[in-house]
C-alpha cells in the first residue's frame, strides 16, 4: 500500500487551527469534513431534493468533525505521522481556552500496530553530516567505521534522523557543539539531538517533552549509548506555559538550545529561549517549512537572535542563531 489515509477528529472551532497546523507539517490536499454542514443542508427549506435515503441520513449523522489527509506509507510518512501526533498535542496544551474536540488520530485500510512495526524494515544505518552515523538498535553495521555511531530506537516517538528537518539540526550541531558545552534539547522526541551533541563532546544535556513517553524511549536510546543519567536529564510538560519548569530551567544558562518542533512553536520559544541561554550562546531550530522561514527569522531578530546560517532540505528550514542579548 503506498498511501496511508490518516483522520484527525476535532471541533468547529478546531478545524482551522488544525488545518493551520498540517499545513506547517507540510500537508497539502486536506480535506475538511464538519457535521453540521449535513445538519444545515437538511434544514435548509430550499434544498434541492425532496428525499433522501434515510440509510444517507443515519450515516451522515454518525459522521464526525475532522480533516482526512494520506501519507505515505514508509519510514517517512511515520516519521511524519509521529511528528503531526506530537504537534497535535502540544497544540491541545496551548490552546486550552478552546474546545478542540479529542485530536484523536486514526488510521484507515491498516491496523496502526501493524503499520508501527512494518516500516522498520526500510530503516537502515546511515550517515549524517561528516561525523555521524544513525543505527536503528535491531540492526548491525556491515563494516567498520570511524565516525560516531549514533544508536537509535524511535519507538512511536518522533526522531529516527531520516527526516530532512532533524538531519538540518545534526549538521549544524556537528559544526557548533564544542567540548563541554551544556545542552537544552526542546521538544526532544527520541532524545536524537542531545544524544548527538553528548556524543560529540557535550558535558551535560537537559531535555524535555510534551509527550510523557518521550521521557521513557529518550532515557532508553541515551542508555543505549552508554550515556547515564549524570549527563542526561529528561522531564516531560509544556515550557510554554509551565511557570515552575520555566523558573527551573531559567535557573540555568546553556551553552547551546536545540528545538525541533513547529514554526509557532519556534516563535513563541523564541521569547523564552534568552532566559535559558547564555549571552553569546548558541541556538538551533528547525521544524520549520520554507513558507515560514520569515516569520521565524523576524522573530528571532525581535528578541536579540543574530542569524549565522540558514540550511535548507527539501521544503524545510534550519536557522542557526546567536543570542547577543
Given at each position: 500500500m503506498e498511501w496511508i489515509?490518516?483522520?484527525?477528529?476535532?471541533?468547529?472551532?478546531?478545524?482551522?487551527?488544525?488545518?493551520?497546523?498540517?499545513?506547517?507539517?507540510?500537508?497539502?490536499?486536506?480535506?475538511?469534513?464538519?457535521?453540521?454542514?449535513?445538519?444545515?443542508?437538511?434544514?435548509?427549506?430550499?434544498?434541492?431534493?425532496?428525499y433522501i435515503e434515510d440509510e444517507l441520513v443515519e450515516q451522515k449523522q454518525k459522521q464526525l468533525t475532522g480533516i482526512t489527509?494520506?501519507?505515505?506509507?514508509?519510514?517517512?510518512?511515520?516519521?511524519?505521522?509521529?511528528?503531526?501526533?506530537?504537534a497535535?498535542?502540544?497544540l491541545k496544551q496551548q490552546e486550552k481556552e478552546f474546545d478542540l474536540g479529542t485530536l484523536e488520530v486514526t488510521m484507515k485500510n491498516i491496523k496502526e500496530e501493524d503499520w508501527a512495526?512494518?516500516?522498520?524494515?526500510?530503516?537502515?544505518?546511515?550517515?549524517?553530516?561528516?561525523?555521524?552515523?544513525?543505527?536503528?538498535?535491531?540492526?548491525?553495521?556491515?563494516?567498520?567505521?570511524?565516525?560516531i555511531v549514533l544508536k537509535i530506537d524511535p519507538a512511536h516517538i518522533f526522531g529516527t534522523g531520516t527526516h530532512e528537518t532533524t538531519q538540518l539540526c545534526i549538521e549544524f550541531i556537528e559544526q557548533f557543539v564544542k567540548k563541554e558545552d551544556t545542552i537544552f534539547d526542546i521538544g526532544c522526541g527520541s532524545g536524537i539531538l542531545s544524544i548527538a551533541s553528548l556524543l560529540l563532546g557535550a558535558s551535560y544535556a537537559d531535555a524535555i517533552d510534551i509527550d510523557a513517553n518521550a521521557v521513557d524511549v529518550a532515557y532508553e536510546n541515551a542508555k543505549r549509548n552508554d550515556?547515564?543519567?549524570?549527563?542526561?536529564?529528561?522531564?516531560?510538560?509544556?515550557?510554554?506555559?509551565?511557570?515552575?519548569?520555566?523558573?527551573?530551567?531559567?535557573?540555568?544558562?546553556?551553552?547551546?538550545?536545540?528545538?525541533?518542533?513547529?514554526?509557532?512553536?519556534?516563535?513563541?520559544?523564541?521569547?523564552?529561549?534568552?532566559?535559558?541561554?547564555?549571552?553569546?550562546?548558541?541556538?538551533?531550530?528547525?521544524?520549520?517549512?520554507?513558507?515560514?522561514?520569515?516569520?521565524?527569522?523576524?522573530?528571532?531578530?525581535?528578541?536579540h537572535f543574530t542569524i549565522l546560517d540558514i540550511k535548507y532540505k527539501k521544503d524545510w528550514v534550519a536557522i542557526i542563531s546567536r543570542y547577543d542579548g
Open positions: 489515509e490518516i483522520f484527525v477528529e476535532t471541533s468547529q472551532i478546531g478545524l482551522e487551527l488544525v488545518s493551520g497546523l498540517l499545513y506547517q507539517c507540510g500537508l497539502t490536499g486536506l480535506m475538511i469534513e464538519d457535521s453540521s454542514d449535513f445538519e444545515e443542508f437538511l434544514q435548509n427549506p430550499n434544498r434541492e431534493w425532496d489527509f494520506f501519507i505515505r506509507d514508509n519510514i517517512h510518512g511515520r516519521e511524519q505521522l509521529s511528528d503531526i501526533k506530537s497535535l498535542l502540544s512495526n512494518n516500516w522498520k524494515k526500510y530503516f537502515k544505518p546511515f550517515a549524517v553530516g561528516d561525523k555521524i552515523i544513525i543505527k536503528p538498535s535491531w540492526e548491525e553495521l556491515k563494516e567498520t567505521t570511524d565516525k550515556i547515564n543519567k549524570k549527563r542526561y536529564h529528561v522531564v516531560s510538560g509544556n515550557i510554554l506555559d509551565d511557570e515552575i519548569l520555566q523558573k527551573t530551567y531559567s535557573d540555568k544558562k546553556y551553552d547551546v538550545v536545540e528545538a525541533n518542533i513547529v514554526a509557532d512553536v519556534i516563535i513563541a520559544l523564541s521569547k523564552q529561549v534568552p532566559d535559558y541561554i547564555k549571552d553569546k550562546g548558541i541556538f538551533i531550530c528547525s521544524g520549520i517549512i520554507k513558507q515560514r522561514e520569515e516569520d521565524v527569522k523576524q522573530a528571532l531578530q525581535k528578541n
